[in-house]
């Protein structure tokens, strides 16, 4: 069974940062995507930044700019650094595993929540 194990969510103020982190099997990692979705109260879950077994990332406009994604294949985990936090960037986060013609994976989610 695959898993997605997420870390790092929490509370945060305004202008703060978080980390969070993703760990998965080598067998997933070394050949999906990996990316972070979010999900806030009362909207659908959407991609916040996706980045390719090869190491090219994409990220959605709101938060281009102030997060940025990154894949360690030492220890087969995605990280999703998160600088200059907003109150619109409160959601549950969650990890993503997809490849083309395979099954897509999801983390538990994570929340984070920015709030003075």
């Known amino acids: 069974q695959v898993q997605l194990v997420e870390s790092g969510g929490g509370l945060v103020q305004p202008g703060g940062s978080l980390r969070l982190s993703c760990a998965t099997s080598?067998?997933?990692?070394?050949?999906?995507?990996m990316g972070w979705y979010r999900q806030a109260p009362g909207k659908q879950r959407v991609l916040v930044a996706i980045?390719?077994?090869?190491?090219?990332?994409n990220y959605a406009d709101s938060v281009k700019g102030r997060f940025t994604i990154s894949r360690d294949y030492a220890k087969n985990t995605v990280y999703l650094q998160m600088n200059s936090l907003k109150p619109e960037d409160t959601a549950v986060y969650y990890c993503?595993?997809?490849?083309?013609?395979?099954?897509?994976?999801w983390g538990q989610g994570t929340q984070v929540t920015v709030s003075s």
């Open positions: 993503n595993a997809e490849r083309w013609g395979s099954s897509t994976y």
């Open positions: 080598r067998t997933i990692f070394s050949i999906y995507d």
């Open positions: 980045i390719s077994n090869a190491g090219m990332a």
